[in-house]
């Protein structure tokens, strides 16, 4: 990685201000749901306390539409982080306000605070100069770890690192290893899985994709697009006509560029989008005028797994089926289990893919399960992310 890192920086007594993804999903009770987000933060919080920083922490949470909302108060973030750290962190009643300001000042080393949700501005989204500046004079460095919101250029992610040295922490340090070194010197054969809803959403993924890989294998709701793109009937599948001819293009790249695209020979087709709908296994060329399909068949399993089996780097984004629902489920089940059983790195970027993963129980299995949905959609679209490229170059 070109960026600096909290390793670069001196921070003994100084006031360091990190950006976190804290975004977490609360229950209507104030519970916290899941606090992998919250964990993925340790390291770095620990490795400013132990380095004798004063640690002011910062992040959004939900879209509180800036404006102060309680639904929206990190309060249940500070009170989790604590029990994580096994310290107390204090909470901030506001962001840039009086109180902020003061419990910033008197803040002792290896102490930490954790601001009001940024979000309750709306300088925050806007990337507002003038609010970056006031989240800066409150510290001496500036340290972005959210990865889950680099994609995203507001004051908290970029505009602050105007105003202060402004280094990476270590999940951004993690996320970017991963996904960079499977992207630019990925361990061969190199496989990507790709599915989801949408070609549209995915448009930037496949084109970079399709310069790296040896293999691309396509599931998912956007697999339909392609059958047409091969004169297929889809029924009522999911259909993007607008990207017909993205998918003809993509086919074209992949046969000049020599990748291995492959394409679900069979899928469950059912009547309906809904878990007891009729359903039944269809090969590709089979799918009847009133169904839809929402999962990949058995054959295409199998052959997806025996590519990713034989793989030495798989990065995988997008689910194979609606896999919300049990009775589709089954073809992201088990290109999860094909990849936790694959000896190479593997990787899994996209928020609803790592829903998925961690659900189904195989998130350890993974070498890494991206933190940000978004942030990891953009980079394997090859884009640099703006809460990246505002940190200081090593
Ligand atoms: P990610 O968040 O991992 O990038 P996407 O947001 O692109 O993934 O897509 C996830 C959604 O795609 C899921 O909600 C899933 O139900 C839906 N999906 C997958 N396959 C199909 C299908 N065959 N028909 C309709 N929806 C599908
Ligand atoms: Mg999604």
């Known amino acids: 990685m070109d960026k600096k890192t909290v390793r670069d920086v001196d921070v003994s007594g100084k006031k360091v201000i990190v950006r976190c993804d804290f975004n977490v999903p609360i229950d209507d009770g104030g519970n916290i749901t899941d606090d992998t987000r919250i964990s993925a933060s340790l390291p770095t919080i620990r490795y400013l306390c132990e380095g004798g920083a004063k640690v002011i922490l910062m992040s959004h949470l939900g879209r509180p539409k800036g404006k102060v909302d309680d639904k929206y108060s990190l309060s249940p973030v500070a009170k989790r982080l604590g029990e994580l750290l096994g310290t107390d962190v204090l909470m901030a009643d506001d962001v840039i306000g009086e109180d902020a300001a003061k419990k910033a000042s008197e803040l002792a080393e290896e102490q930490i605070m954790l601001l009001e949700n940024v979000r309750f501005h709306k300088e925050e989204t806007e990337n507002d100069p003038g609010f970056a500046k006031k989240l800066a004079d409150m510290a001496d460095i500036y340290v972005n770890d959210a990865f889950g919101a680099a994609h995203r250029a507001h004051a908290s992610t970029a505009g602050i690192a105007k105003h202060l040295p402004a280094v990476a922490g270590f999940l951004i340090e993690k996320e970017l290893k991963a996904l960079g070194q499977a992207l630019e010197n990925p361990a061969r054969p190199f496989t990507a899985v790709l599915g989801g809803a949408k070609v549209s959403s995915k448009i930037g993924v496949i084109s970079n994709l399709l310069d790296r890989v040896d293999n691309l294998l396509i599931g998912g709701g956007m697999a339909y697009t392609f059958f047409k793109a091969k004169g297929l009937n889809v029924g009522k599948s999911l259909l ?89 489920a089954k073809g992201t089940r088990e290109v999860a289990e094909a990849m936790a059983r694959c000896g190479g790195a593997t990787i899994v970027g996209g928020g609803d893919s790592a829903a998925a993963v961690k659900r189904m129980g195989y998130a350890d299995s993974m070498t890494h399960v991206s933190t940000g949905g978004g942030a990891s959609l953009e980079l394997l679209e090859g884009k640099e992310l703006p809460g990246i490229a505002a940190l200081m170059n090593k």
């Open 240 to 328: 993007e006509v607008d990207h017909i001819q993205t998918a003809v293009k993509a086919l074209e790249d992949a046969k000049q560029k020599g990748v291995n695209l492959v394409l679900p020979s069979d899928v469950v087709v059912a009547t309906a989008f809904n878990n007891d709908a009729k359903h039944h296994t269809v090969d590709a060329e089979g799918i009847p005028e009133q169904y839809m399909g929402l999962d990949i068949g058995d054959k295409t399993i199998g052959a997806f797994r025996d590519i990713i089996l034989g793989s030495a780097t798989v990065v995988w984004n997008g689910p194979m089926g609606a896999f919300e629902m049990p009775n589709f």
